[in-house]
């Protein structure tokens, strides 16, 4: 069974930066691309950032230029780095991985980012 793992949420104010990080664990034979996406209060689940395994990236219209996504292949890990964060950026944190043998993302299980005015 494969996991995804998150940490790093929590309440900052605005301006402020949080570094989102997400690890696979389990029988994984290669992983392909690895992302985050969002989901706030009463909203669809948004694409943040994804990256594919060759480093190809993919941001949000509302968060490119303040986000970095990077991962750690050997590790099958994903990061995100936030910085400038805005009360709009508040939502829970979902990150996920698009696995060899695996139909469809598996997903982590969220990760609350709460952002203050």
């Known amino acids: 069974q494969v996991q995804l793992v998150e940490s790093g949420g929590g309440l900052v104010q605005s301006g402020e930066s949080l570094r989102l990080s997400c690890a696979a664990s389990g029988r994984i034979s290669g992983v392909y691309d690895m992302g985050w996406y969002r989901q706030a209060p009463g909203k669809q689940r948004d694409l943040v950032a994804s990256?594919?395994?060759?480093?190809?990236?993919n941001y949000g219209d509302s968060v490119n230029g303040r986000f970095t996504i990077s991962r750690d292949n050997p590790n099958n890990a994903v990061y995100l780095q936030m910085n400038s964060l805005k009360p709009d950026d508040t939502a829970i944190y979902y990150c996920?991985?698009?696995?060899?043998?695996?139909?469809?993302?598996?997903w982590g299980q969220g990760t609350q980012v709460t952002v203050s005015s």
């Open positions: 990256i594919s395994v060759g480093g190809i990236l």
């Open positions: 996920y991985a698009d696995i060899r043998g695996i139909p469809g993302k598996t």
